[in-house]
């Protein structure tokens, strides 16, 4: 059986070559081609590897890379700073023996973390390293809805997205984008425990019932946090147009906070206070739903 970490380095590096084109890396593309992205030679060419080293890697099996070559292929590939973090990661985890037991417990959100989510005068959920919703602050519940009406095992941001019954975006390039952000934290988390159950878990369940997750997934993007702007349709109070960021929280690897914001003194800023206080008087029951936004 090869290394779980080996595994996904050998995925990780086959998309990462699927996307380079010769003309992209200074090759002339020659006759008819087979592949849609360079050929393995021409990838291990460019590295100044042996072709039955790199396809070694590629398949899983236990080769273990010095830094030096992981160097050279992240160079050949194009890799930026965080495809280059992810790769290195892989590799040097794949060097070490397979752990023979893992800490999978639960995760816990501290008190001190509850506390800063129920001062911050903004929506704020923290998420875990699975995206799974632990925490949020009456702000959030306002603007999202209230993801204690859900059940605990749901509560998590690429389930909730590729849901048919509470996404009525799917197809838009918002949409699209923002799915992509969460698919590449949850790349990111699988690099420090690819065989985590949780992972395991949902990223089997989305494969199986979704081809958008599919197709998304196979890209092999990786980032550790994002940020973007996001628009909330609701009824009583309009659209709000939001910035979000995540902000890492203690813990290695930890959870994040996820914080909307509004530019201060906007039409934005001035709806989102509205709805709270629509919601606080108890006057905004149609736009606050039992099961989360699409968040």
Same mark, same amino acid.
């Given at each position: 059986?090869?290394?779980?970490?080996?595994r996904?380095?050998?995925?990780?590096l086959?998309?990462?070559?699927? =996307?380079?084109?010769?003309?992209?890396v200074?090759l002339?593309?020659?006759?008819?081609?087979?592949?849609?992205g360079?050929?393995? +030679?021409?990838? &291990?060419?460019?590295?100044?590897?042996s072709?039955?080293?790199?396809?070694?890697? +590629?398949?899983?099996?236990?080769?273990?890379?010095?830094?030096?070559v992981?160097d050279?292929?992240?160079? &050949?590939?194009?890799?930026?700073?965080?495809?280059?973090?992810?790769?290195?990661?892989?590799?040097?985890? &794949?060097?070490?023996?397979?752990?023979?037991?893992?800490?999978?417990?639960?995760?816990?959100?501290?008190?001190?973390?509850?506390?800063?989510?129920?001062?911050?005068?903004?929506? @704020?959920?923290?998420?875990? =390293?699975?995206?799974?919703?632990?925490?949020? %602050?009456?702000?959030?519940?306002?603007?999202?809805g209230?993801?204690?009406?859900?059940?605990?095992?749901?509560? %998590?941001?690429?389930l909730?997205?590729?849901?048919?019954?509470m996404?009525?975006?799917?197809?838009?390039? @918002?949409?699209?984008?923002?799915?992509?952000? /969460?698919?590449?934290?949850?790349?990111?988390?699988v @690099?420090?425990d690819?065989?985590?159950?949780?992972?395991?878990? *949902?990223?089997?369940?989305?494969?199986?019932?979704?081809?958008?997750?599919? =197709?998304?997934?196979?890209?092999?993007?990786?980032?550790?946090?994002?940020?973007?702007?996001?628009?909330?349709?609701?009824?009583?109070?309009?659209?709000?147009?939001?910035?979000?960021?995540? /902000?890492p929280?203690?813990?290695?690897?930890?959870?994040?906070?996820?914080?909307?914001?509004?530019?201060p003194?906007?039409?934005?800023?001035?709806a989102?206070?509205?709805? @709270?206080?629509?919601?606080?008087?108890?006057?905004?029951q149609?736009?606050?739903p039992?099961?989360?936004?699409? *968040?």
């Amino acid at each position: 059986m090869s290394h779980p970490y080996a595994r996904e380095l050998g995925d990780f590096l086959r998309a990462r070559r699927g =996307r380079l084109h010769p003309r992209d890396v200074g090759l002339e593309p020659g006759g008819r081609r087979r592949v849609t992205g360079l050929r393995r +030679e021409e990838l &291990a060419l460019l590295a100044g590897l042996s072709t039955d080293y790199y396809q070694r890697m +590629e398949q899983g099996r236990e080769v273990r890379p010095s830094d030096h070559v992981l160097d050279a292929i992240a160079s &050949a590939l194009g890799l930026d700073d965080e495809e280059r973090r992810h790769l290195f990661t892989l590799a040097r985890a &794949a060097r070490r023996p397979v752990p023979a037991r893992v800490d999978h417990g639960p995760e816990r959100v501290p008190e001190s973390t509850r506390r800063l989510l129920r001062v911050l005068d903004t929506p @704020a959920v923290v998420l875990g =390293r699975h995206l799974d919703l632990l925490a949020w %602050n009456p702000w959030a519940v306002a603007l999202l809805g209230d993801p204690a009406a859900h059940p605990p095992d749901r509560l %998590n941001m690429l389930l909730l997205m590729f849901d048919d019954r509470m996404t009525g975006a799917r197809g838009c390039a @918002a949409w699209e984008q923002q799915a992509m952000d /969460y698919i590449a934290m949850m790349r990111a988390a699988v @690099a420090t425990d690819p065989t985590h159950p949780r992972a395991t878990a *949902i990223v089997g369940e989305l494969s199986i019932r979704s081809a958008e997750f599919r =197709r998304l997934w196979s890209r092999h993007d990786v980032r550790e946090s994002v940020s973007g702007t996001k628009t909330f349709q609701i009824p009583e109070v309009g659209d709000i147009v939001l910035d979000w960021d995540t /902000y890492p929280l203690p813990g290695s690897p930890g959870p994040v906070m996820l914080v909307f914001t509004a530019e201060p003194g906007s039409a934005d800023a001035d709806a989102l206070r509205l709805l @709270a206080s629509l919601r606080a008087t108890g006057r905004s029951q149609e736009s606050y739903p039992t099961r989360p936004r699409d *968040i």
